[in-house]
Every structure is written in structure tokens, then in C-alpha cells.
């Protein structure tokens, strides 16, 4: 299994290759050359098994031989096992053929675990393999960073460098950053939102000396590691409510598009699921741009659902070099105009293939707000205000056909918002007890190039 750039320029790399380097060196993102098919015969037997064998039948044939069997599957175990459900991503039903898929029940509270915890080992064994050091570098509106520097706190060869928009994160997601001990840890604040934290992420791997000399890497969603370890939820969800002999949708909250690029894959490997629904909260540039064909970036305004405030939203090339017939060229112009202007149209072939491939809708403030309290009414459930955008918008898409949300967060990781719209301030499970006892450590930065890279080479050392 060889990997290629979105962008067409990169060398092709193998899984190993292409999880270590994160983004590719021509700027692109790593995409399989080919996608591997689950038949329906494979995929009914993924019935009834537990949710780490699930994985290593998902994931094995993307893996290349990269690791041994025994290896994978023991990295598997090693990376649930912290799970607080035994069922890993359990299935709750929330009305008539609405079920949630319960993504949060990992260390930090947020699906970004099921890839992060996973990615984190995979990492270690090929660096204890290699014997080389490596620089994690990521940008986060809250999740991801709080997972990253959980996966890899203490981890021998690798520092890990979270920047994230000082006073746009949660006080949980600040804690779980800026709380733990280990000196590998540094957690930056930017002055400034999560895109330019991107921005600057993006900036030192394009710098190649710089990213060369700290041997960067990134586990951002554009990670493709991560993108492989999320398409496994797809498939366990999907099967529990019938498939393959019965077509699942899916809505997914969604701000880089990661998550739900990880359903595009599972559907392109075969599951049947009927639709995929991209749901925004009031940062809709991806509801406007399947609506309007025109990707044109706006300011961003602050939300409930902070890790879905983004405008650029990186994974979308994914979907876009898919819909440009796997084009590298012609995705490296669109990328390059977004960087020039803020804006690109969609070709008119690649905006049908988009639309046929995802539905799309958006949740204001106040919709967010009153799904919360609605869901708490009728089905007794708390939502976060990620899934609550996701509720809403799959409320449009109700059909015969079996709908699931991915719950993104537990209700517990936004205690504020959940707290206003219905009274109740939703309880950290027993497991984290001591996160508001324990001293922050945290580092704040300029949104500046030049003053971030000095930093990380006086801290690394390198
Ligand atoms: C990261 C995150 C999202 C958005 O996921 P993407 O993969 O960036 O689309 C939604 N909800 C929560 C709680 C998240 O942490």
C-alpha cells in the first residue's frame, strides 16, 4: 500500500513514511493510491466482535505490512484499554431511528482519542525501531491538543508542541493541556484563532530546513493515521444497526472535515451507508461552499462548539482531489488561489461529485442551544454542543433509513453551554478527578513565525 499527495508533487511514501511526515513536502495531504475493498461477506462478519478486532480488520490492509499482525493487534488493545465502556463507541438511541455514536469515552473526553491514542503507539514502536527523535508540532481548537499531548506525554524521542488560541479553548481542554507534568510537554497559546495556529503549523513544515533539523511531525487531522483509525467507529456503528444488509447514514459535526472524511473512506471500502451529512455550527464554510460552489474563507466567529470554529478546513482537499478525479495539479491551483485570495470556485464536475457524496446543513447558536435542551426533555440525554449541531442537522435528514450522529464530546468537556440551556452541569467522570487541582504550564507566543520556530529550537535543543 503506497501513499500519495493530493497535490501530485511528493514522492509516493508507505504507511510508516506517510504517518511520520504527517503533511506531504509538496503541501499536500497523503491519500491511498488505491482503496482497499471490504466485501459484504467481510463485513457481516465483523458482527458481534469486540471493537479492537473491528480495527485490525479495518485497518490491517491500509497498514501495508508496515507492523506484524501481533503487533497491530497488541497496539489495538494497548489503545482502547483506557476506555471507560467497554463497547469503545457505543450506540444510544435518542428518538425513532436517531442513535448517537458515543465517541467520548476515551482519556480526554473526545473522539480525537480513538486515532490519537492509537497514533501515539503506533509512533513509539516505529521510533523505538528507528532510534530516531522526533518533534510533534499540531495545531488545536481544543481537542486534538488535549489528545495529542495525552497520547504522547512521557514518551521517550518525542517532544510534542500544542499551539492553541489563547482564551478560545474550554478551561477542561486548557487543563488537560497545560496540567500535565512531563517536560516533553509544551503547551503554546497563540495570539490569535485556531487558523492561524494551523497557519504557522503549516508554515514550519513547509520550511524544510526547519522541519528537517527537528524532525517534525504532525498529528493533526490531516494525519492520515488518524483519518484510518476513525473509519473503524463507521464500521462497528454500521453494523450493529444492520449493515450490510441495511444502508446507515451518518451526520458528523464537523470543522476540519477529518472525521467525516473517515466516513467517506469507510463508504468508499464498501459499507453501504446512504448519506453522509456535514453539519457546521454558525463557521459554515462547508454548507455554504456545497451550496453555493464557491469555498470563500470569512472571519471567524467564536461558538459554543469551539472546535468546529475553523474556515479552513484542511481535509477538505481529501475530498476535493477525489472529486477532481484524483487531479494533483488541479488541486494545488484551487490550494494555492485560497492561500492567495481566500476564495475558490469549485469546478462544476467536482461540485457534483461533492454533492453527491455529502449532504450538508448548519446549526446557529440558538439551534445548538435548544438541541440541547430538547434532547435533554425528550430522551434524557446531555448533549455537547458539538453533537447538539449534529442532532439538529440530522433532524432535516430523517428517513427510513437508520441515522447516526457521532457524539464528538461528552457533555462534561463544555459544562457551560450544556449547564445554560438546561440547568443541569453535566459531572467529569470519576476519572478525572484532580484536573482543576493540579498547576497549568503553558507558554503564550505571538502569531509570528520566526519567535515560534526560536522557541521550539531552544526548547528541543536542536
Ligand atoms: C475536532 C472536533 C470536531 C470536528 O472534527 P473534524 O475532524 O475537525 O471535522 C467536532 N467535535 C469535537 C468535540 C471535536 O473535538
Given at each position: 500500500m503506497r501513499y500519495i499527495s493530493t497535490r501530485g508533487a511528493a514522492p509516493a511514501l508507505g504507511f510508516a513514511e506517510a504517518m511520520m511526515a504527517g503533511l506531504a513536502r509538496d503541501g499536500g495531504l497523503y491519500v491511498p493510491e488505491a482503496m482497499p475493498a471490504m466485501t459484504a461477506a467481510d463485513i457481516a462478519a465483523l458482527a458481534g466482535l469486540p471493537y479492537e478486532e473491528v480495527a485490525f480488520r479495518v485497518m490491517r490492509p491500509f497498514l501495508g505490512g508496515a507492523f506484524a499482525d501481533d503487533d497491530i493487534r497488541a497496539l489495538i488493545a494497548a489503545a482502547y484499554a483506557g476506555f471507560g465502556h467497554p463497547a469503545r463507541a457505543p450506540l444510544v438511541q435518542i428518538a425513532p431511528g436517531h442513535f448517537l455514536c458515543e465517541l467520548f469515552h476515551g482519556p480526554t473526553l473526545a473522539f480525537k482519542d480513538f486515532a490519537m491514542q492509537l497514533i501515539g503507539r503506533l509512533i513509539a514502536a516505529q521510533l523505538a525501531r528507528s532510534g530516531r527523535r522526533i518533534t510533534i508540532v499540531g495545531a488545536t481548537s481544543g481537542d486534538t491538543g488535549s489528545a495529542a499531548i495525552e497520547a504522547f506525554r512521557g514518551l521517550p524521542g518525542v517532544d510534542v508542541f500544542i499551539l492553541f488560541p489563547q482564551g478560545r479553548v474550554s478551561d477542561v481542554q486548557r487543563r488537560q493541556m497545560t496540567t500535565p507534568a512531563e517536560p516533553n510537554v509544551h503547551a503554546l497559546a497563540i495570539e490569535g484563532d485556531f487558523d492561524a495556529a494551523q497557519a504557522r503549523v503549516k508554515d514550519m513544515f513547509n520550511d524544510h530546513a526547519f522541519r528537517d533539523a527537528m524532525g517534525l511531525a504532525a498529528v493533526n487531522s490531516i494525519n492520515w493515521a488518524r483519518v484510518l483509525a476513525q473509519t473503524v467507529y463507521y464500521f462497528a456503528a454500521a453494523v450493529a444497526l444492520g449493515a450490510p444488509h441495511r444502508a446507515v447514514s451518518f451526520t458528523v459535526p464537523t470543522g476540519n472535515f477529518g472525521d467525516i472524511y473517515a466516513g467517506h473512506v469507510a463508504r468508499a471500502m464498501g459499507l453501504p451507508v446512504a448519506r453522509l451529512v456535514i453539519a457546521t455550527n454558525q463557521n459554515d464554510i462547508l454548507h455554504r461552499a456545497l451550496s453555493t460552489g464557491l469555498y470563500a474563507t470569512e472571519a471567524v466567529r467564536p461558538s459554543i462548539s469551539p472546535s468546529m470554529d475553523i474556515q479552513i478546513s484542511s481535509n477538505f482537499e481529501r475530498a476535493l482531489f477525489d472529486a477532481l478525479g484524483r487531479d494533483g495539479a488541479a488541486v494545488a491551483a484551487?490550494?494555492?488561489?485560497?492561500?492567495?485570495?481566500?476564495?475558490?470556485?469549485?469546478?462544476?464536475?467536482?461540485?457534483q461529485a461533492l454533492r453527491a457524496g455529502f449532504a450538508s446543513g448548519r446549526a446557529s447558536e440558538a439551534e445548538t442551544r435548544a438541541t440541547i435542551a430538547r434532547t435533554w426533555a425528550e430522551a434524557g440525554e446531555l448533549l455537547c454542543p458539538h453533537t447538539a449541531v449534529g442532532v439538529h442537522v440530522a433532524g432535516a435528514h430523517a428517513g427510513p433509513t437508520p441515522m447516526v450522529t457521532l457524539a464528538t464530546a461528552h457533555p462534561a468537556k463544555f459544562p457551560d453551554a450544556v449547564e445554560a440551556a438546561t440547568g443541569i452541569r453535566p459531572a467529569l467522570p470519576a476519572r478525572m478527578a484532580g484536573l482543576f487541582d493540579r498547576p497549568e504550564r503553558v507558554t503564550?507566543?505571538?502569531?509570528?513565525?520566526?519567535a515560534i520556530q526560536s522557541l521550539i529550537r531552544e526548547r528541543t535543543g536542536r
Open positions: 484551487l490550494m494555492d488561489e485560497l492561500k492567495r485570495t481566500g476564495r475558490f470556485a469549485i469546478p462544476p464536475g467536482a461540485l503564550r507566543v505571538p502569531d509570528n513565525l520566526a
